[in-house]
């Protein structure tokens, strides 16, 4: 059974940097895409960044692109979400999703597995 578990949240000012990580379990990822999604309070929840396992090609929601990147480290089966220069609009709960397929999908419902997500809040 896959399972999914981000870590790395908090609360930090803003201009300031956080890394998610994202510890996936259950299988080897290869032949995955791997991917970021943020929900605020109120809101729907959005693409952030996905990353294809194999190739390692990837694609970003435009409000992040510059300041977020994401990576996998395969030896440790983890993906990580750098978000540099922060700013309160990303305050969210953040959730890392998987899919086979090599497709950078940014349609949360493209997505079968899902982690319990992390708070990320930044102060002004």
């Known amino acids: 059974q896959v399972q999914l578990v981000e870590s790395g949240g908090g609360l930090v000012q803003a201009g300031g940097s956080l890394r998610l990580s994202c510890a996936a379990s259950?299988?080897?990822?290869?032949?995955?895409?791997m991917a970021w999604f943020r929900q605020a309070p109120g809101d729907e929840r959005e693409f952030v960044a996905a990353?294809?396992?194999?190739?390692?090609?990837?694609n970003y929601e435009d409000p992040v692109k510059d300041r977020f990147t994401i990576s996998r480290d395969g030896a440790k089966n983890t993906v990580y979400l750098q978000m540099n220069n922060l700013k309160p609009e990303d305050t969210a709960i953040y959730f890392c999703?998987?899919?086979?397929?090599?497709?950078?999908?940014?349609?949360?419902?493209?997505?079968?597995?899902w982690g319990q997500g992390t708070q990320v809040t930044v102060s002004s």
């Open positions: 259950g299988r080897t990822f290869s032949g995955y895409v």
């Open positions: 990353i294809n396992w194999n190739a390692g090609i990837t």
């Open positions: 999703a998987a899919r086979s397929g090599s497709i950078l999908y940014s349609s949360s419902g493209s997505y079968y597995f």
